[in-house]
């Protein structure tokens, strides 16, 4: 079941990067330059914000090149790239902004985070949730995230953890009734995979007390076996002594 924060039913890919992205950035009045053009990091957030990632991308990365420390302008540069499936140059921005100071590491992180799990490396994906958490323990999509990362990779009790952790932080969230019915079907199949376990533990005991009854049986047959066999030789045969001397004819 997908419930990753801020994606459409049935829409192309992810937008959970640029919702999270848009919640912590406000876009500035726009810039001019001497010339009375607007800036490349206002004319690129321009184009960004009329779903124009790709005229977008262009100027922001101008912008980021300009001037590094543009937090806003890194980040929506990442998230132009995302948006154009370019997700190798999308991390790679976003891990340059999380390793910058700045009060937006948990967003640079997170983003990268979606930007792993778009690709399907869950692994990654989760670890970098992680870091977004340590940066941020309050940051409720975070844990959201982590969460469907756990359940991809079959991490059911984690699973469970970051969503009940989810609904501590948000339990407003239009999710929140859908989750809770996951964390209840959760809760059923890590019952059922305790009783599955328990059973499978019990036959495999009764199983090895079988195999030990067997061999102690072998054991004890052999033994009697050999006890037999010595028994038979102790008695011996009877041998014929001949006493007499032997004549010989003349």
């Known amino acids: 079941m997908d419930i990753w924060l801020g994606k459409s039913r049935g829409g192309s890919g992810p937008r959970h990067a640029l919702v999270a992205a848009l919640l912590c950035l406000a876009l500035p009045a726009t810039t001019l330059s001497q010339t009375g053009a607007a800036s490349p990091a206002s004319e690129g957030k321009r184009l960004f914000l009329e779903n124009k990632p790709s005229e977008a991308a262009p100027l922001l990365a101008r912008a980021v090149s300009a001037d590094p420390a543009d937090e806003d302008a890194r980040l929506w540069l990442g998230i132009a790239y995302q948006q154009l499936g370019r997700y190798d140059d999308a991390i790679a921005t976003f891990r340059a902004g999380a390793a910058r100071p700045g009060a937006r590491r948990h967003v640079f992180l997170f983003n990268m985070g979606n930007c792993y799990a778009a690709q399907g490396k869950m692994v990654f994906a989760e670890e970098v949730y992680g870091q977004a958490i340590e940066a941020r323990p309050d940051f409720a999509p975070a844990f959201l995230n982590r969460a469907n990362a756990r359940m991809k990779l079959e991490s059911l009790g984690t699973a469970a953890e970051d969503y009940r952790a989810y609904l501590g932080l948000d339990p407003a969230s239009p999710q929140a009734d ?26 495999r005991l009764a199983e090895e007390a079988a195999r030990q009854a067997l061999l102690e049986e072998v054991a004890r047959a052999l033994l009697e076996s050999a006890q037999d066999t010595t028994n038979i030789t102790a008695g011996g045969e009877d041998v014929q002594d001949y006493e007499d001397d032997l004549e010989l004819d003349d």
Request: glycine residues 0%; proline residues 0%.
């Open 178 to 203: 859908e989750i809770r019915r996951l964390l209840d079907l959760i809760a059923r199949d890590l019952a059922s995979a305790e009783e599955l376990k328990a059973l499978e533990e019990a036959q």
